[in-house]
């Protein structure tokens, strides 16, 4: 299994719209496992193949205590959301180090194939639920800090040029 690059906001290849998985073959199983050893290396509790510039319909999550329940989700689709919202402070393996509110439906259904190739509807609250439409914006271009007021975004985007430049400082040495 193969760590993968995370992009890192404000990376314009974050914005792609992801395709349709055309095939569960083997390509996307190791893909899928791939994702998964980057996921868990960056104590994530989700991540979209849109993070790691592959731009297909594809995100892994796992939110058990014991990271030990990997939930695949390939062209996941949200076919239900309840009226009912929450604000619950979110993160992203894309824009370290920030966490902030955004607001979301309470419960949803998501239909997806999974790594059979089978569709698969699962319901969702909580946590899982937040992380759920958290990882199918990323398949849309979308990142969480977007949601956020102009002022705290340019914030963050400065921050995290900032970082990068002093990462790739770090490297040069
Ligand atoms: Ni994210």
């Known amino acids: 299994m193969t760590q993968l690059t995370i992009l890192r906001y404000p990376d314009p290849r974050l914005h792609t719209v992801a395709q349709p998985v055309a095939a569960v073959d083997a390509r996307i199983r190791a ?6 050893t980057t996921m868990y290396e960056a104590q994530g509790i989700g991540l979209a193949a849109s993070q790691v510039n592959v ?3 594809l995100v892994v999550i796992d939110v058990s ?3 030990d329940q990997p939930l695949v989700l390939i062209n996941p689709e949200i076919v239900w959301s309840s009226p009912e919202t929450q604000v619950n402070d979110e993160g992203c393996l894309s824009v370290p180090g920030v966490y902030d509110g955004v607001e979301r439906a309470s419960a ?3 239909q997806a194939l999974d790594l059979g190739g089978n569709l698969q509807t699962h319901n969702a609250d909580g946590l899982l639920a937040v992380c759920i439409q958290h ?3 990323h398949l849309m271009g979308k990142v969480f800090v977007e949601y956020l007021s102009p002022l ?3 914030r963050i985007r400065s921050k995290m040029l900032k970082q990068k430049k002093d990462d790739e400082r770090e490297e040069a040495r």
């Not at 893909?31 to 998964?36: I, K």
Request: glycine fraction near 10%.
């Open 31 to 36: 893909l899928v496992g791939d994702m998964l």
């Open 55 to 57: 731009h297909e319909q």
């Open 65 to 67: 205590e014991g990271r």
């Open 108 to 110: 949803i259904r998501v």
């Open 135 to 137: 990882e199918l914006d």
């Open 152 to 154: 705290k975004r340019n």
